[in-house]
């Protein structure tokens, strides 16, 4: 399949959408529209702006990468939820329109482009790409870093991600770690 546009998606709720066209030209880049909540989670991301952005810049068929999100044991419930929900809204929405989602791990897609886990060169690399765009959010740099490394995968058979996609059961440590350990083990007590 022969792809015209490239989207990538760095997820959070300040984090960033950039479209890329068959010559490499940032189309679109923008931070994820949001919208006020009830609960825990104040914010979302409101699929309804999502969608309605997406379709004012693009044409399908388009190539998207959906950076792989997952909770660590650091992050709040709260913030781990939000994220994950965010990655799972912007998935839907593009999927939905008829859009290739890939959801390439950070490691990888970082690696191919030439940066690191520092935010700063996520924004050195965007400069040294686009050199006409004033880049100052690592959010929007590392979105239109995600469209430029589905751009340079446009060629590659759909198959080979899912290698990438398989992923490991967390270790018994790190299960305890999250706490799956100790609800099993309440579980059986109170029996």
């Not at 446009?154 to 080979?160: G, H, M, S, V």
């Amino acid at each position: 399949m022969t792809f015209k546009y490239f989207v990538g998606v760095d997820p959070g709720l300040t984090g960033g959408v950039a479209i890329i066209d068959g010559e490499g030209d940032v189309v679109l880049l923008q931070t994820i529209p949001t919208q006020a909540q009830g609960g825990y989670i104040k914010r979302r991301v409101d699929p309804r702006a999502f969608r309605a952005m997406l379709l004012s810049a693009i044409y399908m068929p388009a190539l998207c990468a959906v950076e792989s999100v997952w909770v660590r044991p650091t992050d709040t419930r709260t913030s781990g939820a939000s994220l994950v929900q965010s990655a799972a809204l912007a998935e839907g929405v593009l999927v939905g329109l008829g859009a290739t989602v890939l959801r390439p791990l950070p490691q990888l897609w970082k690696r191919a482009m030439g940066v690191t886990g520092s935010k700063e060169t996520s924004l050195q690399r965007a400069r040294a790409l686009w050199s006409a765009l004033v880049w100052t959010d690592h959010n929007l740099a590392e979105s239109a870093l995600l469209a430029r490394f589905c751009f340079l995968q446009r060629d590659k058979p759909l198959e080979a991600w899912e290698v990438v996609e398989k992923k490991k059961r967390p270790s018994k440590g790190a299960r305890a770690k999250w706490g799956g350990a100790q609800q099993g083990t309440q579980g059986k007590q109170g029996a």
